[in-house]
């Protein structure tokens, strides 16, 4: 009686089976491939579908997005994306690549002997492809390192499950480590504060400060959710770096999706409210993403400096995200040089 096996066959890395690299992948969100509505479309679907990010029974939330969501929306985010989209394609994927490449290099100049590639949870390159590939070369050993500073089941566990998912189908699953956070990180911190402090001595100091992340619902919060404590933990720790008073800085929440209450106070009315209170200069900076992206780039930078100026704000400012600083590269090298740890990474 023969018997079929949901394992994919692997050839033997080393004699023995035993693989001795160590790999490091770099996880963030993703992105489409185009700035399109088949692209997009394709993008929404994977990422909707997925039971993390919309936490509704599936049986009412299903025909909702295929038949409301998908025909609707794509095209809307498109023309998004055409707005921010740049010559080398987009930029989360840019600036997420090339923090890998400068993380490999870092790790390198350490004397760290790893593989380091970055994958996207949705769209191209897959976690699940970069995992095969870290596996070819060698890779016995494997740290995933979530790119997001704050803990989310909507976003963190989400690459966990992606792991799990691709380990469920490998018969030898190399070592595998996580780093599924960093928001209280002295050097994440340093880097963000570094990033202000460079801006305003180019631009000088605002009349406000605004930090804003990327909303959850709150009910993710009750249920046992820490992100919404980690954001409060990564803006005071970069409010104190700053040196700034507690009436010069507020905390908001953007990307608000659906009818469901997120988490408040909502960035877009915190930024209308501040431009009718007569502030003339508010400079927003976004601590929960470290590369820059749609929700930076178009909704912050667009969207946020047309309801400031139009409640009667003077100047708005968007502060870049880390991207690709050199204080963040050192601090992305030594969080993942800890997280490393007792792995024979080091050079001979």
């Known amino acids: 009686m023969a018997f079929s096996s949901r394992f994919r066959s692997e050839p033997p890395v080393l004699a023995g089976g035993h693989a001795t690299g160590t790999g490091v992948l770099l996880c963030n969100l993703g992105t489409p491939e185009q700035p399109t509505a088949a692209a997009v479309r394709s993008y929404l679907r994977e990422f909707l579908s997925d039971p993390r990010v919309v936490e509704i029974p599936r049986a009412a939330w299903l025909p909702l997005l295929y038949g409301v969501v998908l025909p609707l929306r794509p095209a809307k985010s498109a023309a998004k994306y055409a707005s921010i989209w740049s010559n080398e394609g987009s930029p989360l994927q840019v600036w997420t690549e090339r923090q890998a490449k400068l993380l490999q290099g870092w790790l390198g100049e350490a004397g760290h002997r790893v593989k380091v590639r970055h994958a996207m949870r949705y769209g191209r390159p897959s976690i699940a492809a970069q995992l095969d590939a870290l596996k070819a070369e060698g890779a016995g050993r494997i740290l995933v390192l979530c790119a997001y500073p704050q803990y989310s089941g909507t976003t963190t566990a989400s690459v966990l499950d992606a792991v799990g998912a691709w380990s469920a189908r490998t018969r030898h699953v190399p070592e595998i480590r996580f780093v599924t956070r960093f928001f209280d990180d002295r050097g994440y911190i340093d880097a963000l504060a570094a990033r202000v402090e460079a801006y305003w001595r180019e631009h000088g100091r605002p009349g406000h400060f605004v930090m804003s992340f990327h909303g959850v619902p709150e009910r993710t919060v009750r249920l046992g959710d820490p992100y919404r404590a980690e954001c409060e933990a990564t803006a005071r720790l970069l409010a104190g770096r700053l040196g700034l008073a507690p009436a010069a800085w507020t905390l908001s929440f953007q990307s608000r999706f659906g009818r469901a209450?997120?988490?408040?106070?909502?960035?877009?009315?915190?930024?209308?409210?501040?431009?009718?209170?007569?502030?003339?200069?508010?400079?927003?900076?976004?601590?929960?993403?470290?590369?820059?992206?749609?929700?930076?780039?178009?909704?912050?930078?667009?969207?946020?400096?047309?309801?400031?100026?139009?409640?009667?704000?003077?100047?708005?400012?968007?502060?870049?995200?880390?991207?690709?600083?050199?204080?963040?590269?050192?601090?992305?090298?030594?969080?993942?040089?800890?997280?490393?740890?007792?792995?024979?990474?080091?050079?001979?």
Do not use: M, S
Not at 271 to 278: P, T, V
Not at 285 to 300: K, R, Y
């Open 261 to 348: 209450k997120w988490l408040e106070p909502y960035t877009e009315p915190t930024l209308r409210a501040l431009g009718r209170q007569g502030v003339e200069r508010v400079d927003v900076a976004c601590p929960g993403f470290v590369a820059d992206c749609l929700e930076t780039l178009e909704e912050i930078a667009q969207e946020g400096r047309h309801a400031f100026l139009g409640a009667g704000g003077k100047a708005f400012h968007y502060i870049p995200c880390v991207n690709a600083e050199p204080a963040w590269t050192r601090a992305l090298g030594e969080i993942a040089a800890r997280n490393l740890a007792g792995w024979p990474t080091q050079a001979a």
